[in-house]
């Protein structure tokens, strides 16, 4: 059972906008700002999309974006393209012993 | 640009030994907080260990504490991971990762360690 719980599958079609949840407690989620949001395809190593909440690295297109309200915190993709079919985990510090948490992982298909 | 190349992978058997390397290029390596990060065949990633950048400060995941054990070496830019007691359920690809509190900035293309007899 992963740390963060996210959906286990979203779907939406090209052009459309898509959110996926990521619920943790106190102790992550809701306790820090240090929320990230990777992106990956199959065979690849994930891929940062989302720190700190809501920002973008550099490269990472605006139609991804971050929010956060308590202890979740959401991944919203607008403008949906066929790229952007992946599989997409959360992960935040944690105060527990463990340092980093991640959630068990949202597979997005563009349908 | 940042480099981080996973080697030491391969087929264990249950209870024996393994000790996977990363080379880190692009980067000051001595500044930078590392960790190792799993995920096993069809499942989530898993976070395994950090080390702090001097390596005065380590933690590990509840799964594998007691078994594994992180070490870095600046003067080679390289971070290590020697896994004891290896299970079967530690069959998965291990990926090398720069370590920020905010995020994993960067990722290996990882190695893939499979515990089968």
């Known amino acids: 059972q992963s740390a963060l719980t996210q959906p286990a599958s979203v779907s939406g079609s090209p052009g459309q906008s898509i959110t996926i949840s990521c619920t943790g407690t106190?102790?992550?989620?809701?306790?820090?700002?240090?929320v990230s949001w990777y992106q990956q395809h199959p065979g690849k190593a994930p891929k940062l999309m989302i720190y700190e909440v809501s920002n973008r690295p550099s490269g990472v297109p605006d139609r991804f974006s971050g929010s956060k309200s308590g202890n979740t915190a959401s991944l919203t993709i607008s403008g949906l393209q066929a790229e952007d079919e992946a599989d997409y985990y959360c992960s935040s510090y944690t105060s527990s012993s463990t340092f980093r948490v991640f959630g068990g992982g949202t597979k997005l298909t563009v349908l | 640009q940042v480099q981080l190349v996973e080697s030491g992978g391969g087929l264990v058997k249950p209870g024996g030994s393994l000790r996977l390397s990363c080379a880190a290029s692009g980067f000051t390596f001595s500044d930078y907080y590392m960790s190792w990060i799993r995920q096993a065949p069809g499942k989530g990633l898993e976070w395994v260990s950090y080390i702090s950048s001097s390596g005065s400060t380590i933690y590990y995941a509840d799964s594998v504490k007691g078994r594994f054990t992180i070490s870095r070496d600046n003067a080679k830019n390289s971070l290590y991971l020697q896994m004891n007691s290896l299970r079967a359920e530690d069959t998965a690809v291990y990926y090398c990762?720069?370590?920020?509190?905010?995020?994993?900035?960067?990722w290996g293309q990882g190695t893939l360690v499979t515990v089968s007899s």
């Open positions: 990762a720069r370590e920020d509190t905010a995020m994993v900035e960067y």
């Open positions: 106190s102790s992550d989620v809701g306790g820090y700002n240090y």
